[in-house]
């Protein structure tokens, strides 16, 4: 990709949106944990887990037709390990990791089925987590619990709906705590609290000197990136543009790490999408000095994944470095995303996709319409030779404000 100089930062706004394009001019490699080669043993793992299957990547040609794109395919997580959203990876893959290094084995030659059997068992089941969370991690978190027999505890934010406090004791052992806190300082609590009790602080963010369990983390992601690659090939499909939403960056700066080391040279034109309200990738962007800059507070939106005000120390350089656009963007830019992917349209699947997982969708549909923002559109490259790659990374995690925002789909025009 061509390098950008740093003195001519662009930045565009729209209806509820604003664009920054990357102006950095470091170029860290990419770490060799996110490649491609280190993707193998987290499939692996995953493949032999009750109830894998890769998820489905759905194209929608009616959505292509009305943006004027080439393309448009989705990647439907909502269906991963029936936890309705992607983080079933992450939490299960870490834990793994963290199970075999306590009890001294091998990861390549250890199965879940090891650890969940015998008097491996027993030993693991002393074992006890701790993580905050907006939601999906924590379903994470407790499902793996639940399936490695260990117990869980979880903290989440001041402001989370009780249904998803409610969802992560449905689905595992865990005890659930929602504080007052914002979701910053949650994460504080879970590390006090960790290391008061003995507890393994099992975290999707990093900060210096907390890396390796984040790290193991984040290549949870490669399975999702592989299996992404994998389909398109399979349709002899090459993305120009892929869009990921970010809270910390830990999945954006995953996936991205493993999308640009697959496809190279010809690697698309990387779009990390964050809400307004916590848009910290956003703001260490501007900045312009390299370095990750926290946004502060208990922000309000309904895009409760995504509302994070500190990023990930990890993959904050990749995002940096690797990435071309950010986007910051309102909260009916979300609702734009759900209510479009659940349109139908002309034989079009209808995706369910929640508030974060949709976000990205509603950013491209802004961007594509939105008559102020034809210069960002070809500042990107956006034309009718795009295609476009989104993870759908939720499904309807918040039913009752999914009801309210989709309401009547199928009479969406998003033009
Ligand atoms: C549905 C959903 N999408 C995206 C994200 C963002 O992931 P990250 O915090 O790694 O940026 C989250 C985080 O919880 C999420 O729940």
Redesign the pocket.
């Known amino acids: 990709m061509e390098q950008k100089g740093t003195d001519c930062m662009r930045e565009w706004s729209g209806k509820d949106i604003r664009i920054l394009e990357r102006t950095a001019s470091s170029s860290e490699e990419i770490p060799a944990a996110f490649r491609v080669s280190s993707a193998a043993p987290v499939r692996r793992f995953h493949q032999r887990m009750p109830g894998y299957a890769e998820t489905p990547l759905l194209a929608f040609p009616a959505l292509a037709r009305q943006l004027k794109v080439r393309g448009v395919y989705a990647k439907d997580?909502s269906k991963r390990f029936s936890l309705n959203?992607?983080?079933g990876l992450v939490g299960s893959y870490a834990m793994f990791r963290i199970l075999c290094e306590k009890l001294s084995l091998d990861p390549s030659e250890t199965t879940l089925h090891d650890l969940t059997s015998g008097e491996i068992r027993e030993r693991i089941r002393k074992f006890e987590f701790v993580t905050c969370?907006?939601?999906?991690?924590g379903r994470g978190v407790s499902w793996a619990a639940g399936l490695f027999g260990c117990r869980a505890h979880i903290y989440m934010p001041a402001g989370t709906r009780e249904v998803r406090a409610e969802a992560i004791r449905r689905v595992g052992p865990a005890e659930v705590v929602v504080t007052e806190l914002s979701y910053d300082d949650t994460v504080r609590l879970a590390k006090e609290t960790s290391e008061r009790n003995g507890w393994i602080l099992i975290q999707?963010?990093s900060w210096d000197g907390y890396e390796k369990i984040p790290a193991w983390?984040?290549q949870g992601?490669l399975t999702l990136a592989m299996e992404t690659t994998e389909q398109l090939k399979r349709r002899s499909v090459r993305p120009t543009h892929v869009f990921?939403?970010?809270?910390?960056?830990?999945?954006?700066?995953?996936v991205l790490a493993c999308f640009a080391d697959y496809y190279g040279e010809k690697r698309p034109v990387a779009v990390i999408v964050e809400p307004d309200a916590a848009n910290c990738?956003y703001a260490s962007a501007k900045a312009g000095d390299g370095k990750a800059h926290s946004v502060e507070g208990i922000a309000a939106t309904m895009?409760?994944?995504?509302n994070?005000g500190t990023p990930?120390s990890i993959?904050w350089p990749i995002l940096r470095d690797h990435a071309d656009y950010y986007v910051s963007c309102a909260d009916p830019v979300a609702a734009l995303g759900m209510r479009a992917y659940a349109a139908g349209l002309d034989g079009d699947p209808a995706l369910v996709s929640?508030?974060?997982?949709a976000?990205t969708f509603g950013a491209a549909v802004c961007i594509l319409t939105d008559a102020r923002l034809a210069d960002a559109r070809s500042a990107m490259k956006l034309s009718s030779d795009s295609v476009l790659l989104f993870?759908s990374?939720?499904g309807d995690?918040d039913p009752d404000n999914y009801r309210k925002i989709v309401g009547c789909a199928k009479e969406t025009n998003i033009m």
């Open positions: 997580e959203a992607f983080k969370t907006d939601g999906n991690h999707d963010t983390i984040i992601y990921l939403q970010a809270g910390v960056g830990a999945m954006a700066g995953g990738i895009m409760a994944g995504l994070c990930c993959t929640g508030e974060s997982g976000a993870i990374t939720e995690t």
